[in-house]
Each structure stands twice: as C-alpha cells, then as structure tokens.
C-alpha cells in the first residue's frame, strides 16, 4: 500500500530502503481516490524509532492511507530532536475540529505508574472521547489498550508481579471475525508490559469479542462488537531487536530482568534474535484497515456523524 507521509521524515528513507512504497505528497494528489486519514497518536519515548515500525505495518494493503503525526503535549523530550517534533508532529488543538478514519494510540512506559498519576491523563481522557465523535475505529496497543478499557469500561488498573517479556503462542477464538481473516489457529506476538489482561475477568466485565489469547500472556487482541474500538495488548510493531534492546537496557541498569521468553535461539542472548511474528503484525495491520476503517468509514468524512456503523457480515 502507498502510505503517504512527508518526505523529509527520517522513515521515509528506512521505508524505500526496504522497498516499501512510500508516496510524495504531489503524486497522492495527483490520484483521483480519497486516501484513508489515519491519525498516530505517538506516546513512546523515541518517537522516531516507533513511527517507523507503526508506517511499515499501514503498508501493506492496497488502500492509500495519508498519516498524521500527533503529539500528546508540548513538552520537550530527550529522546526525540525538538525539531522532529515540531516539522512533523500536530498538537491536539490543530485536529480537533475534523474527522479521522482510523486512530491508533501507541503503548507507553507507564506500567508502574497509576492512570491519575501520568501526567498527561487528562489529555488521554479528552482524545479518547474526541474519537467517539470522530474516528471510525481507534486501534489501542499495550499501554493504551490498558488505559482504553479503563475509560471505555471503568476496569482498574490491574499490574502483574513480574514483567511479560517475549514472544508467545496465541490462539485465536473465532477464525470467521474480519480482524483474524488469514490467521493461523496459533500464532506468535511479542509482549512487553505488566498490565494484566486476564480473559476472564475481560468476559465478565465488558461485552468485547475475545479474539486471541495466550495461556501465559492472556488476551492479546480483543474487539468492540462494531469493531469501532480494538485493543491489541502486545507489540506486532516491534522490530527483531526491540525486544533486544529493552533487555540489554533493564539488565544495565541493575534491574535483572528475566530473559525475554522465546526470543533469543537457545534462549541465549549472546545469539542474534529472530522475528517469528511479523506476518501475523501485517496480517493485524491489514485486516483492522480494510474491515474496521475502510469498510465501515463514510466516504465524506465530514459526514461521519451520519455514518451507520453496522456489524460485518
């Protein structure tokens, strides 16, 4: 798929490297379709490293897809220029009055931290019911999957003792549903969080279609009936040495962390990891575009509040 961004961002040129199609501005508008508007809200540290991973999943159906960067506030960060931020990031404030495709709100590191303690909580709350009215289907990963059920459902906070770390086996629960057309029966995604997503307690307290599920890493995909809202508690997005990375920092910051769970050959990390599940990420990418966005958005977005979401059949 041409996803449109602008040619300056440093993942264009990571992008074309791996002969993915990356489209100009000029030659998107030169084409007589409307692109699909997906807009990324970006809450991890090193912005530059999670847009790219995020624009190579959007890639691969035929749809056009023209992407937005969004920033959650203007604070500075250490691990992004100011200048990135500035060139290619949007503040809420200059989205706000339009309508949107698809959202996809990224994970963040705040797994020990308590929603009334992030300190851009209020933001996340007012984003999240700005996309009610605005937004075909929002996409939540990891954190933001966490933070979705908490103001869409009012679920507490629920942290696990110990780190998920690695690559697991999942099974998937209804092979007909539009997010899981071409799956396997089992799978494999990585996970790096310490939300607990239990199944059961998702089935008794929410009315979501539980799609994929892991006996060590529970739920891993879930879905609103009108597939308007999806949350995906791993990383498909992930890189091969995201995994890698993240274990090398806890361990040299005197953390000791467990060795990511099925990663590494041998369970060796002196040994070079190996990517298992990026089929499965485009798959996810591809099905949740296509049957949540595609098929389900008004063509004139500025009539979205007319639009009738109705179930696939």
């Known amino acids: 798929m041409p996803i449109k961004i602008p040619d300056r961002l440093p993942a264009t040129d990571v992008l074309r490297s791996e002969n993915i199609f990356v489209m100009s501005e000029a030659r998107a508008a030169s084409q007589e379709i409307r692109p699909l508007k997906v807009l990324l809200l970006n809450l991890m540290p090193k912005k530059i490293e999670t847009e790219t991973q995020f624009l190579r999943l959007l890639s691969n159906t035929p749809l056009q897809v023209d992407i937005e960067l969004l920033r959650i506030d203007n604070r500075p960060t250490k691990n992004t220029p100011t200048e990135h931020l500035d060139t290619f990031y949007r503040q809420f404030e200059m989205v706000k009055d ?169 369970n060796d990390p002196e040994q070079p990891p190996i990517a298992s599940w990026r089929s499965h990420g485009h798959l996810l990418f591809a099905n949740w575009l296509n049957y949540c966005v595609y098929q389900q958005t008004p063509y004139d977005l500025d009539r979205f509040s007319e639009a009738n979401f109705t179930k696939d059949e």
């Open 98 to 266: 339009r309508n949107f495709d698809g959202l996809i709100v990224t994970g963040a590191p705040l797994g020990l931290v308590q929603f009334e303690d992030v300190l851009y909580w209020e933001e996340i709350q007012t984003i999240m019911a700005w996309a009610k009215e605005h937004v075909t289907s929002t996409l939540f990963v990891c954190w933001a999957a966490q933070a979705g059920l908490k103001l869409l459902y009012d679920l507490p906070k629920r942290t696990r003792k110990n780190k998920l770390s690695g690559v697991y086996t999942h099974r998937t629960l209804d092979c007909h549903h539009p997010l899981l057309r071409g799956f396997d029966d089992s799978f494999l995604a990585p996970h790096s969080r310490y939300a607990d997503f239990s199944p059961a307690y998702l089935e008794e307290h929410t009315d979501l279609d539980i799609l994929a599920t892991s006996e060590q890493a529970g739920v891993y995909l879930a879905a609103t009936k009108d597939k308007r809202n999806v949350f995906v508690t791993g990383h498909p997005e992930y890189d091969v040495d995201t995994l890698h990375n993240e274990y090398m920092r806890d361990t040299g910051e005197g953390m000791e962390p467990m060795i990511p769970v099925n990663y590494y050959p041998n």
